[in-house]
């Protein structure tokens, strides 16, 4: 499965962003898909993930409550909706995933991975 991210850009803290990830070539739906996040120096970090069959969800601590993925099988696209944006929320973000995976924070897990969008929140 190949994956494109797009909806990155430049925001103000306490602004909004929605990022979305398109698939082809394979189908969201048999997927474990999750969110890394990447700084400048620093590993990939686990945000966000959806298990396969859409029932759960998983997120790291510091985005509780602010970030919410979704998919929608009908579009192929998995989505990273963005609520109160912290400067740290700034990052690189990447879209993985993981046939039939649970999509918890394990990055050794992913196969798949898109290129990246680029989120900057200023302060």
């Known amino acids: 499965v190949q994956l494109v991210e797009s909806g990155g850009g430049l925001v103000q803290a306490g602004s909004s962003l929605r990022l979305s990830c398109v698939a082809s070539g394979g189908t969201v739906s048999r997927y474990g898909m999750a969110w890394f996040r990447q700084c400048p120096g620093k590993g990939r970090e686990f945000a966000a993930g959806?298990?396969?069959?859409?029932?759960?969800?998983y997120y790291e601590d510091s985005v509780k409550g602010r970030f919410t993925i979704s998919r929608d099988d009908a579009k192929n696209t998995m989505y990273l909706q963005m609520h109160s944006l912290k400067p740290e929320d700034t990052a690189v973000y990447f879209c993985?995933?993981?046939?039939?995976?649970?999509?918890?924070?394990?990055?050794?897990?992913?196969?798949?991975w898109g290129q990246g969008t680029q989120v900057t929140v200023s302060s």
């Open positions: 959806i298990n396969w069959t859409g029932a759960s969800t």
């Open positions: 993985a995933a993981d046939y039939m995976g649970s999509a918890l924070g394990d990055i050794s897990r992913y196969d798949h």
